[in-house]
């Protein structure tokens, strides 16, 4: 089993930064592709961002592009987002996410695809 905590959220005013990190446990979990959803109240949940299991292929949601960025450290088991240029409609709690299948050089956009989720983290972009 894949066991994943989400951590980094918090308030934060438009315009500011923030940096969530996923910190991830069991057999093989660096060698799964990983992903970051968002779910806002009323709203259905929304693929953010996702990285291939090595790292070099990156892909993002049409908001998500210029303004933040996905990355991860196998060695240390944690997957990142790096959130810029926050706006208003940013607030939600974000989820991180792996796949469940091994060396997957592609990267991967929908819910389905996704076997194993974290409990998420609160984002709030508020003045």
């Known amino acids: 089993q894949v066991h994943l905590i989400e951590s980094g959220g918090g308030v934060v005013q438009p315009g500011g930064s923030l940096r969530l990190s996923c910190a991830a446990s069991?057999?093989?979990?660096?060698?799964?592709?990983m992903g970051w959803f968002r779910q806002a109240p009323g709203k259905e949940r929304e693929f953010v961002a996702a990285?291939?299991?090595?790292?070099?292929?990156?892909g993002y949601a049409d908001f998500a592009k210029g303004r933040f960025a996905i990355s991860r450290d196998n060695n240390k088991n944690t997957v990142y987002l790096q959130m810029n240029s926050l706006h208003p409609e940013d607030t939600a709690v974000y989820y991180c996410?792996?796949?469940?299948?091994?060396?997957?050089?592609?990267?991967?956009?929908?819910?389905?695809?996704?076997?194993?989720w974290g409990q998420g983290t609160q984002v709030t972009v508020a003045s």
């Open positions: 069991g057999r093989a979990v660096s060698s799964y592709p």
């Open positions: 990285v291939s299991w090595g790292g070099g292929n990156t």
């Open positions: 996410a792996a796949v469940g299948t091994r060396y997957m050089t592609g990267y991967y956009t929908r819910e389905p695809e996704y076997a194993y």
